[in-house]
């Protein structure tokens, strides 16, 4: 069965601190790992990784993938309160997958107090 | 249009009665979804329709929930007699690709009281 697994499932953090969300897979037919910040109710994409050993990054928030290891890490440095949110990882597979090709984790709540 | 509505955004509804959900997907995008998420929980996924073909209903919990769709354009998702384990935001997205990830609209909270 397809699943994708994120740990921990929430986190308590300090402003300031740096965080490590992960993100582990199987699947079949493995396509593409995108990761989803959400706030209140619609997820918003964040990255999308193909490559392995790539590193993807957007202000203070990056991500990368490890095809042999079939997981993923998504870090945030210097958190901020605004970086409160659910994550979500989610898989893409080859077309003929079930779900309609994308398998989503439960997420990882994270709360970031002042 | 420019991005997924979902009408309406919050559904209060009785114990028993039916509720129908809309989703307006991105212009052009093919492929449309409906997930569930219950209070503090994961994307539980509903049912995928991609264009013309059938769609993958193998999410819907049980059969009061039905989802249609005509064409490549809206969707309603309805859950008939409603009950308190229904209760959740329901979240569509379409996509224009699979996989290059979905759109999200901003969900419809149902509550049944």
């Known amino acids: 069965e397809d699943k994708v697994v994120q740990s921990p499932l929430s986190l308590v953090v300090h402003e300031g601190d740096t965080v490590t969300l992960n993100c582990s897979y199987e699947?079949?037919?493995?396509?593409?790992l995108l990761w989803y910040k959400q706030e209140k109710k619609a997820p918003t994409f964040l990255f999308m990784l193909?490559?392995?050993?790539i590193e993807k990054k957007s202000g203070r928030l990056s991500s990368i993938l490890d095809k042999k290891e079939l997981s993923s890490i998504l870090n945030i440095t210097a958190t901020q309160t605004g970086d409160s949110a659910i994550y979500l990882c989610?898989?893409?597979?080859?077309?003929?997958?079930?779900?309609?090709?994308?398998?989503f984790g439960k997420g990882t709540k994270l709360s970031v107090k002042p | 249009g420019a991005g997924v509505s979902q009408s309406p955004s919050n559904k209060v509804t009785e114990k028993g009665k039916d509720v129908e959900l809309r989703c307006d997907p991105i212009?052009?995008?093919?492929?449309l979804y409906w997930y569930r998420q219950r209070l503090g929980q994961g994307l539980e996924f509903l049912i995928y329709f991609q264009g013309n073909s059938a769609p993958d209903k193998s999410g819907l919990p049980s059969d009061r929930f039905s989802a249609e769709r005509t064409g490549e354009s809206v969707s309603t998702l309805t859950i008939q007699r409603t009950q308190q384990e229904d209760s959740a935001v329901y979240l569509c997205?379409?996509?224009?690709?699979?996989?290059?990830?979905?759109?999200f609209g901003s969900g419809t909270r149902l509550t049944v009281v």
């Open positions: 989610a898989v893409a597979m080859n077309y003929g997958g079930s779900q309609g090709n994308l398998i």
């Open positions: 212009s052009g995008h093919t492929a």
């Open positions: 997205a379409s996509s224009s690709s699979p996989y290059y990830g979905y759109t």
């Open positions: 699947v079949t037919n493995f396509r593409s």
């Open positions: 193909t490559s392995s050993g």
